[in-house]
């Protein structure tokens, strides 16, 4: 039964991204938002709300290790398995935004956000607030210098609906998010104790693959209909918008405080090691662009990190 509301809880998370994704992207094209507006900031939040969701909510049950395991485990996962069946699927050619704002930001906010929790094994609400201001600011900077970074078009969602059907989708995702986040705590923790493994295991591994799962969908129907090519600046976005707003809205409300120490020590340098590789992986030996061979590379050491906490 456990493992049932984990499947429910999962998506109970997609279909509900998916729902506030419609209508988000949808009231965007009715407001005549901009492209990268849209992209940085309603669907960003819309592909990361189950990451959203379920950390404030396993911080509020007094699970830590749950919310911070979510971020980092998605983090992981968007780059080491969503980016990898990506580019097996098809190449991408990445554009100068990348390094030029859209990797060094995410490298930026990975190390500040390790430096806050390594050294006290804390979140506070301070450090929450300096990493949510920090998101502001490098959203000015985009939208002033009109940077094309971070921007998800969703094809299969970018549509302008009625306002009725705008507004039932809004209800919609978020009565998913928030159902589907309480049945996928419940039984991600019993899971976790009927297997006799952390929170930390069940979060990094299970929980963060499913709330990772509406940016593979969005990535894998885009490449299918063949729409626009797939930019890498929208997982860093992702793992972007993951540690800045989702760590740093959540650590505001609750201060999140590690438990299991691996999260610290094993977890948290996979998350900065893969990071810091997808560099490399862009330049060489092709030059600008991630291949399918990188994609296996980073599917071998997606399994190894799950190798190292199972």
Same mark, same amino acid.
């Given at each position: 039964?456990?493992?049932?509301?984990?499947?429910?809880?999962?998506?109970?998370?997609? #279909?509900?991204?998916?729902?506030?994704?419609?209508? *988000?992207?949808?009231?965007?094209?009715?407001?005549?938002?901009?492209?990268?507006?849209?992209?940085?900031?309603?669907?960003?939040? *819309?592909?990361?709300?189950?990451?959203?969701?379920?950390?404030?909510?396993? *911080?509020?049950?007094?699970?830590?290790?749950?919310?911070?395991?979510?971020?980092?485990?998605?983090?992981?996962?968007?780059?080491?398995?969503?980016?990898?069946?990506?580019?097996?699927?098809?190449?991408?050619?990445?554009?100068?935004?990348?390094?030029?704002?859209?990797?060094?930001?995410?490298?930026?906010?990975?190390?500040?956000?390790?430096?806050?929790?390594?050294?006290?094994?804390?979140?506070?609400?301070? #450090?929450?607030?300096?990493?949510?201001?920090?998101?502001? $600011?490098?959203?000015?900077?985009?939208?002033?210098?009109?940077?094309?970074?971070?921007?998800?078009?969703?094809?299969?969602?970018?549509?302008?609906?009625?306002?009725?059907?705008?507004?039932?989708?809004?209800?919609?995702?978020?009565?998913?998010?928030?159902?589907?986040? #309480?049945?996928?705590?419940?039984?991600?923790?019993?899971?976790?104790?009927?297997?006799?493994?952390? #929170?930390?295991?069940? !979060?990094?591994?299970?929980?963060?693959?499913?709330?990772?799962?509406?940016?593979?969908?969005?990535?894998?129907?885009?490449?299918?209909?063949?729409?626009?090519?797939? !930019?890498?600046?929208?997982?860093?976005? !992702?793992?972007?918008?993951?540690?800045?707003?989702?760590?740093?809205?959540?650590?505001?409300?609750?201060?999140?405080?590690?438990?299991?120490?691996?999260?610290?020590?094993?977890?948290?340098?996979?998350?900065?090691?893969?990071?810091?590789?997808?560099?490399?992986?862009?330049?060489?030996?092709?030059?600008?662009?991630?291949?399918?061979?990188?994609?296996?590379?980073?599917?071998? $050491?997606?399994?190894?990190?799950?190798?190292?906490?199972?």
């Amino acid at each position: 039964m456990d493992f049932l509301a984990v499947a429910i809880g999962i998506y109970l998370l997609i #279909e509900g991204g998916n729902w506030l994704m419609k209508a *988000a992207v949808s009231l965007s094209l009715q407001l005549s938002i901009p492209k990268i507006v849209i992209g940085m900031t309603v669907v960003s939040f *819309a592909t990361s709300a189950p990451e959203l969701i379920v950390s404030v909510q396993s *911080a509020l049950a007094g699970y830590p290790d749950l919310a911070l395991g979510n971020v980092v485990g998605s983090n992981i996962a968007n780059l080491a398995f969503v980016l990898a069946i990506t580019i097996m699927i098809a190449p991408i050619n990445v554009t100068k935004s990348f390094y030029i704002s859209d990797w060094p930001m995410m490298m930026f906010a990975t190390l500040l956000f390790m430096a806050f929790i390594f050294f006290d094994g804390e979140l506070s609400r301070g #450090e929450g607030i300096v990493l949510f201001v920090l998101l502001l $600011l490098f959203l000015i900077y985009l939208f002033r210098f009109q940077k094309q970074a971070v921007i998800d078009e969703a094809p299969e969602d970018d549509e302008q609906l009625p306002l009725h059907k705008t507004l039932g989708f809004l209800v919609l995702g978020g009565v998913g998010l928030w159902l589907g986040s #309480e049945v996928l705590i419940g039984g991600a923790v019993a899971l976790a104790q009927q297997l006799g493994v952390s #929170e930390r295991i069940i !979060s990094v591994s299970v929980v963060s693959i499913g709330t990772s799962i509406p940016e593979l969908s969005a990535s894998i129907i885009a490449i299918l209909n063949k729409e626009k090519a797939i !930019s890498l600046g929208n997982l860093i976005g !992702s793992n972007i918008f993951n540690i800045l707003v989702v760590m740093g809205i959540t650590s505001m409300i609750v201060p999140i405080q590690v438990v299991d120490s691996g999260l610290l020590y094993n977890d948290m340098f996979w998350m900065l090691g893969i990071s810091l590789l997808v560099l490399p992986l862009v330049f060489f030996p092709s030059g600008k662009s991630l291949e399918r061979y990188d994609g296996i590379i980073l599917i071998v $050491l997606y399994l190894l990190f799950l190798s190292t906490i199972i």
